[in-house]
Structures are given as C-alpha cells and as structure tokens.
C-alpha cells in the first residue's frame, strides 16, 4: 500500500504512480538478486521501492506459498 493524495490525479498517469512500471521494476530486482529470507526481500524491496519511486511512505506485504509444509503461506508486512 502506497498512501497517495490522488485528488489531482484527473485520470492522468502522469499524476500518479505507473504500477505496471513498479512491477516490472520490483521484479527485475528481485529477480537480479539472492535473498534467503523473506525478511530481506521485504527490506531490500521497500527500500528499492521508496528511492526509485521517491515514496515517503508504503506498506509492503512479500509472501512465500509453501514455504513451509504445515503452513499455506509465510507473510511478512512491513511498514516503512
């Protein structure tokens, strides 16, 4: 979650965040790097996210399904 004033926003690109280009962004990234633990991508993504992007302020979800055998999903959200 990236808290926006989108009031200006006037159905403009321009005016807000291109989340396709985050995406892709965001998924060069992780993709380029080595993590061992959801914790680290989590930081290392806001973080990359909030310099690239020039966001004060987000709140990021990372999960891993299956990650573990008894559990459906392993979560990890950070606000930053």
């Given at each position: 979650m990236i808290p926006l004033d989108?009031?200006?926003c006037n159905d403009t690109l321009t005016n807000t965040i291109d989340y396709?280009?985050?995406c892709d962004k965001v998924t060069t990234f992780v993709?380029?790097?080595s993590f061992?633990?959801?914790?680290t991508v989590?930081?290392?993504v806001a973080?990359?996210?909030k310099t690239t992007f020039s966001i004060q302020q987000l709140t990021l979800k990372v999960s891993k399904p299956h990650a573990v055998s008894n559990a459906g999903l392993i979560q990890v959200i950070i606000e930053r």
């Amino acid at each position: 979650m990236i808290p926006l004033d989108i009031s200006r926003c006037n159905d403009t690109l321009t005016n807000t965040i291109d989340y396709a280009q985050l995406c892709d962004k965001v998924t060069t990234f992780v993709s380029s790097q080595s993590f061992q633990l959801i914790e680290t991508v989590a930081e290392q993504v806001a973080t990359f996210i909030k310099t690239t992007f020039s966001i004060q302020q987000l709140t990021l979800k990372v999960s891993k399904p299956h990650a573990v055998s008894n559990a459906g999903l392993i979560q990890v959200i950070i606000e930053r």
